[in-house]
């Protein structure tokens, strides 16, 4: 099992609207996602918060029914920049043979070294 990414609460709503929820309702700091399968309805109370505590975390991945790989953060080099190659994002830098693309420990986003030394989120 790979390490869960940290997720604010609407970066949580976008990823479940993605998989098919469907924003409800809000009511102060919580919003109320549901998903139709079948003749049943999945209901998750999503908190509006900057950063998601890992134990609410886990409760959304096992209400939602989806699997945990797709929460967790992408870790692997090779697997992120693949994964940028793949969008075409990283074209450019390929063809000049140079892959200095470093991963975030914590939030597995992929950054890159600018002319000044500092890292730039792309």
Known sequence: MGRLKI????QLCALLEQHGFVKVRQRGSHIV????????????PIPDHAEI???TLLS??????????????L????????SLAALGILAAYEA???RRWKIHPRSGVATRPS????????
Do not use: H, N, W
Not at 7 to 10: D, M, Q, T
Not at 33 to 44: A, D, L, N, Y
Not at 115 to 122: A, S, V
């Open 7 to 10: 997720f604010s609460g609407r």
């Open 53 to 55: 505590k890992i134990g």
């Open 60 to 73: 959304i991945i096992r209400q939602s029914g989806l699997p945990r790989t797709v929460f967790e953060a």
């Open 96 to 98: 000049q043979g140079t």
């Open 75 to 82: 870790t692997d080099v090779e697997e992120v920049l693949d």
């Open 33 to 44: 996602m549901q998903k139709r399968e079948g003749e049943t309805t999945v209901t998750i």
């Open 115 to 122: 002319r000044c030394g500092f890292y730039i989120l792309c």
